[in-house]
Structure formats: structure tokens, C-alpha cells
């Protein structure tokens, strides 16, 4: 009878008001699905769009094309810092608008990358067939080679990784066309998000970089401390260190843009004492870190190595698994010249300033340890701009009318 049929029971025990009330928002919900894949994951040549997002058609090919944020940038909080960084989503937000110099999926060479832009952790979250598309058009043949169900690599390895694999040239610039999980300026899809570089919003002058955002509570620059005499930042293990800045005279607590991982932040510092934060102390904030890290081999075109998923707390080394500590944590200098010993006070041009740091375990060097090296065998301009896979999750929720069901769009 009626009374044995799903719809029936809602009824009976809802009533019809809060029933049929329940029923529109699962409607308007569908009707507002997170469209912010056309073009990345689906649309012309590439697949269907998801329920609610029309007919798929071809991608935008100019204005400001992925400039706006669909659910605006929240920028996290940290009462108590030191505090772990999001894994995935927003662990700050941009506060400058920057020009693309490319085309990159959904924008334009020329078009505009709006302020409020989330920026993000160095993670992708996996690669599945929900992506062959998109990694057939790298010129990867084979989509199922690099399939990674788990995510957790930080994008520049994961690119590596890609590279090796798939035997091709990646990222790489063909026309005025760019061909990267993200763009030369660091972030990708409508819903605008960065992982790196940064690059269209500030200039590769003067002397210490300008502010492009702020992650909890903390400005964050671009990465030079002194461009003009040619000084990058020492940092901690979040990706902060204490100085001026063009904001201010007095030494305060800021991060930096940095070309390897964590390229934006690996923590929310300070230390609890204000001071720096140490490799040890970092990776104190995450289960995913030290003990009892995901350690995974990863085959790259320079070997193999040894890398901890999800853990965003790297090394002297840059590894994530090895124990060097960070030359910031020991000396009083804030920069260094590239290619001198960070740490040694050998550039004259060195600037210095007092700081304390907080570390709760020793941290020798493990010699046995494979750890990542820089990929010095591409182009400088390819390197400083390469920023790797994440295809970065968000959770949309579908209210309906029995309850509610958590669904996930698209992890990108």
C-alpha cells in the first residue's frame, strides 16, 4: 500500500511541509552544483558535466577567466600557534590581483587572476580516469600510468613523477599555450586556487618582494628578501622567519613565496614562545608526519626516493622524511645568496636579525634516507614556474529529502 512506499513514510513521520521543504533545497542544491570544472574536467572534448551544469560547452577563452572565487576565500585561524596548515583548501588568501602571461585552461593569456584567491597547501589530491582527459592533453598516452587514488605528494614531485612516467616534457610551453596542472602563475581552475610560485602578482625587483597575502593572521611575500643584492629568505619549518618588511621597520614574523615544497606554507606559526618553528615541532602537528607517516617510493627521472604523504614539513634536504634541520634554526642571518650555504654568514650582504626558535627532538641527519633533490635538469624559467598536480578536493553536500548524503563533485 501507499504506506509501505519511501516517499510515504518521509511524509509520515516529516509531515509534508518540512518534507516538500527538504525536497526544493535538494532541487536548488543540484541546481547549484560546483560548476567550476568546465573546461578542467569536463566540457567540449573532455566529458559530461555534472548534473545541474548545462550542456558543456567550450571553455572561456579570455577576460578574466577563473578570476572569480565561486565560495569566496576563508582564511584560517590559529589561537594557539604553533597550528597545522589545512591539508587541502585554504590555508590563506591572496590580497593582489595578477595578469596571466599564458593561456592555461580557463584563462586566457592576458586574463586577469582576481584578489581573494585562495591559496593552498603544496598537496594535489590524486589522479583517477575523472582526469584522463585532462592528462591525455598533457601528452600523456597512457592516463592509468599516474592514477593515485590517495593524493598526498606535494605538486613539484608529483609533476616529476608525471614526467618520468609519462616520458614527456612537463610542465612545457608550446605557443603562448601552457601545459601544467597549474598555470605559470601557480593555480588553476574557476574557483580560483593558488599552490605556488605566485609569479603575476609581484615583480622580480627592487629589494624585498611585496606582500601577495595573508595566511592566519600573518602577511606572505614574495620570495625575495633583497632582489637587488640577489638575498632569499632563511625560514622555519612553517615558511616564516622574523624581519622587516615593507610594511613594517620593526622585525615581524612573515612568510615567503619559496620554489620548493612547501611553496606556501608548511604550518601556522609562530612558535609558542613567538619565535621560529622547527622541523621537529612541525611535524609534531600532524599524525601524517614522523612515525607514523605514509612512506612511499617515488620514481622520478633522477631515481627514486622516499616520500611521507600528506606530511608538509621538509627538510634542510628538502625531504620530507629525512631529519636535516632547517639552517634558520640556527643562526641569527635571515637570508642567504643562492648557491652559498645557507646559514654561514659567507655574503657580505647577509642581514641578520634576533630570533628565537622552539624544538622538542634532536635532528641528525639520516644518512640512509634517499631525499628529493631540486630538478636542476630543466629550465630555470620552467622550474620556477612549474607547479604540480593536486587535483584539490571540495565537498559539496546534497540535501534530500530522506536526509542528508555527502557527495564530492570534483576533486580538483
Not at 352 to 367: F, Q, R, Y
Amino acid at each position: 500500500g501507499a504506506s509501505n512506499r519511501p516517499w510515504s513514510r518521509v511524509f509520515h513521520r516529516m509531515g509534508p511541509l518540512r518534507a516538500w521543504t527538504l525536497a526544493a533545497l535538494a532541487v536548488s542544491k543540484v541546481l547549484g552544483q560546483d560548476c567550476s570544472g568546465h573546461g578542467v574536467t569536463w566540457g567540449e572534448g573532455i566529458g559530461p558535466p555534472p548534473t545541474g551544469c548545462g550542456g558543456g560547452g567550450p571553455p572561456p577563452t579570455g577576460g578574466t577567466g577563473g578570476g572569480t572565487s565561486t565560495d569566496g576565500c576563508v582564511n584560517p585561524t590559529c589561537a594557539s600557534p604553533p597550528c597545522a596548515a589545512p591539508l587541502l583548501g585554504d590555508v590563506g588568501c591572496t590580497t593582489v590581483a595578477g595578469t596571466e602571461t599564458l593561456a592555461h585552461e580557463m584563462i586566457a593569456a592576458g586574463g586577469t587572476i582576481a584578489a581573494n584567491a585562495h591559496i593552498f597547501g603544496p598537496f594535489e589530491a590524486g589522479f583517477t580516469s575523472q582526469q584522463d582527459n585532462i592528462i591525455t592533453n598533457w601528452g600523456c598516452t597512457t592516463p592509468s600510468l599516474v592514477y593515485d587514488t590517495e593524493g598526498g605528494k606535494d605538486i613539484g614531485i608529483a609533476e616529476r613523477h608525471v614526467a618520468h612516467t609519462c616520458d614527456i616534457e612537463f610542465p612545457r610551453t608550446v605557443g603562448n599555450t601552457y601545459f601544467g596542472v597549474v598555470g605559470p602563475c601557480g593555480g588553476h581552475t574557476g574557483d580560483y586556487h593558488f599552490h605556488r610560485s605566485f609569479a603575476c602578482l609581484y615583480a622580480a625587483s627592487g629589494g624585498h618582494s611585496t606582500k601577495v597575502g595573508v595566511v592566519a593572521g600573518h602577511d606572505m611575500y614574495g620570495k625575495w628578501e633583497d632582489f637587488d643584492n640577489n638575498l632569499l629568505p632563511l625560514l622555519d619549518a612553517c615558511g616564516a622567519h622574523i624581519g622587516p618588511t615593507p610594511e613594517s621597520s620593526t622585525p615581524v614574523y612573515h612568510y615567503h613565496v619559496q620554489d620548493q615544497a612547501p611553496f606556501t606554507v608548511g604550518c601556522h606559526g609562530p612558535s609558542s614562545s613567538g619565535g621560529l618553528v622547527s622541523l621537529a615541532v612541525c611535524r609534531s602537528l600532524y599524525s601524517n608526519c614522523g612515525g607514523n607517516a605514509d612512506v612511499i617510493s617515488v620514481t622520478l627521472k633522477t631515481g627514486t626516493v622516499q616520500y611521507a604523504r600528506f606530511c608538509p614539513c621538509f627538510d634542510a634536504t628538502g625531504s620530507n622524511v629525512g631529519t636535516q634541520e632547517l639552517p634558520a634554526l640556527s643562526t641569527s642571518d635571515i637570508s642567504y645568496t643562492p648557491g652559498s650555504s645557507p646559514g654561514t654568514s659567507d655574503s657580505t650582504d647577509s642581514t641578520s636579525t634576533t630570533t628565537t626558535s622552539e624544538s622538542t627532538a634532536s635532528t641528525s641527519t639520516d644518512s640512509t634516507t634517499t631525499v628529493l633533490e631540486a630538478d636542476t635538469s630543466a629550465s630555470t624559467s620552467r622550474a620556477t614556474v612549474m607547479s604540480g598536480s593536486f587535483l584539490s578536493s571540495k565537498v559539496g553536500w546534497v540535501l534530500t529529502a530522506a536526509g542528508c548524503l555527502a557527495t564530492v563533485p570534483d576533486p580538483r
